[in-house]
């Protein structure tokens, strides 16, 4: 079975079904590959969700990173914990220009960086 090609105005229509209107506050989590094809990606959602809210809207949407947890709890419990010390006092600080997003997706990612903005 084939899944729907997805296009910008299926995105927006979508959106707008939802209840995203101008002038509206939204938190935005989003999985492309639960949504399907969309053609242009994460581009498309941002640039859809920058349309059905506005110039006075207001996007916001998780882009935080846990990579800096402590070892202890977080991503570098596999490594020995010999090391663990050495990562606490060594690892970089978050820096929101450079510094990944972690497993929140595409769309976050692009949202994060400014890309479509």
């Not at 959106?15 to 506050?25: E, I, M, N, P, T």
């Not at 349309?51 to 949407?61: L, P």
Request: glycine share 8%; with cysteine.
């Amino acid at each position: 079975m084939d899944s729907a090609l997805i296009l910008k105005h299926d995105v927006i229509d979508a959106f707008k079904r939802a209840g995203l209107k101008d002038g509206q506050s939204v938190i935005v989590h989003t999985s492309l590959k639960s949504i399907g094809y969309v053609c242009g990606g994460a581009q498309i959602i941002i640039e859809s969700l920058i349309e059905c809210v506005g110039k006075e809207g207001n996007i916001t949407m998780p882009t935080q990173s846990w990579k800096n947890l402590d070892p202890k709890t977080g991503v570098h419990y596999n490594e020995p914990e010999s090391w663990w010390q050495t990562i606490r006092e060594n690892y970089p600080a978050y820096n929101k220009d450079i510094t990944p997003t972690n497993t929140m997706g595409a769309v976050a990612e692009m949202f994060r960086r400014g890309q479509v903005l």
